[in-house]
């Protein structure tokens, strides 16, 4: 989700929900700022928008017991351009509202007193703008969880105040050209790759002593591994 159950930094995101090929599973779910489509299938690859969410909330305490759907229907009934109710207890829910209707909080304070009963807290709590800082951090969470799955060239940037940007090249898998010393039998590479118990593997001979070896994205540990392998099982490597 991608990657990160990025819990980023102290800040709140919109959620989305992104499956990119040869990556774990990235949940978050929603519809992303500026029109663009999350989860953008190219050639594998995503696109991901992370925004910050700075949307209010409501949190109400009743007097009595209190059902959700009657709550739902108290607020649909207002017209909100947009809702969503958790039960925190029996008595206690939090409402999130679009950042328009913030001030209709006296109205919805009526409504639910009129038609669900008394109220005995009601609070509108506003969510802070993130600060360059932040967002900084947020940034290079994200790159840094990015970078342990080897990726090749992701774009990770801010965008605007309180968006992060996230472009990952499609998830094709890792490519490690190797030059060895002196001279390798294909099969003996091959004996040595099967011990590592890859995903899978593919070994292409450029020459005498140089291959490519294809296999599913490595982070920087399983590089390391591979390399330390290669030199233990195959040989001295010279690039």
Same mark, same amino acid.
Request: no cysteine; net charge negative; charged share 25%.
């Given at each position: 989700?991608?990657?990160?159950?990025?819990?980023?930094?102290?800040?709140?995101?919109?959620?989305?929900?992104?499956?990119?090929?040869?990556?774990?599973?990235?949940?978050?779910?929603?519809?992303?700022?500026?029109?663009?489509?999350?989860?953008?299938?190219?050639r594998g690859g995503g696109h991901l928008v992370y925004?910050?969410?700075?949307?209010?909330?409501?949190? /109400?305490?009743?007097?009595?017991?209190?059902?959700?759907?009657?709550?739902?229907?108290?607020?649909?009934?207002?017209?909100?351009?947009?809702?969503? /109710?958790?039960?925190?207890?029996?008595?206690?829910?939090?409402?999130?509202?679009?950042?328009?209707?913030?001030?209709?909080?006296?109205?919805?304070?009526?409504?639910?007193?009129?038609?669900?009963?008394?109220?005995?807290?009601?609070?509108?709590?506003?969510?802070?703008?993130?600060?360059?800082?932040?967002?900084?951090?947020?940034?290079?969470?994200?790159?840094?969880?990015?970078?342990?799955?080897?990726?090749?060239?992701?774009?990770?940037?801010?965008?605007?105040?309180?968006? &992060?940007?996230?472009?990952?090249?499609?998830?094709?898998?890792?490519?490690?050209?190797?030059?060895?010393?002196?001279?390798?039998?294909?099969?003996?590479?091959?004996?040595?790759?099967?011990?590592?118990?890859?995903?899978?593997?593919?070994?292409?001979? %450029?020459?005498?002593?140089?291959f490519r070896i294809r296999t599913a994205s490595l982070?920087?540990?399983?590089? %390391?591994?591979?390399?330390?392998?290669? &030199?233990?099982?195959?040989?001295?490597?010279?690039?």
């Open positions: 989700m991608l990657i990160l159950g990025v819990a980023l930094v102290a800040l709140g995101f919109r959620e989305l929900h992104v499956h990119v090929p040869g990556f774990p599973r990235l949940d978050r779910a929603g519809t992303g700022p500026l029109g663009l489509k999350l989860g953008l299938d190219l925004q910050a969410d700075t949307d209010p909330r409501v949190e /109400v305490t009743f007097a009595q017991p209190a059902e959700m759907s009657k709550i739902q229907e108290v607020l649909g009934s207002l017209g909100l351009a947009d809702f969503s /109710v958790v039960s925190r207890s029996d008595r206690t829910f939090t409402v999130k509202l679009v950042q328009r209707d913030a001030g209709r909080g006296q109205q919805l304070r009526s409504a639910l007193g009129e038609r669900i009963g008394s109220i005995s807290s009601f609070q509108v709590k506003e969510q802070p703008i993130p600060t360059p800082e932040q967002m900084e951090g947020v940034v290079n969470t994200i790159k840094r969880r990015v970078n342990l799955f080897g990726t090749e060239e992701p774009i990770i940037q801010q965008f605007g105040d309180d968006r &992060v940007i996230v472009q990952l090249p499609g998830a094709s898998g890792s490519r490690s050209e190797v030059v060895f010393k002196g001279d390798v039998t294909v099969e003996k590479l091959h004996g040595a790759l099967q011990g590592l118990a890859l995903e899978r593997f593919a070994i292409d001979q %450029q020459g005498p002593r140089a982070n920087e540990r399983e590089r %390391q591994e591979l390399r330390d392998t290669l &030199v233990e099982k195959v040989g001295a490597i010279e690039s």
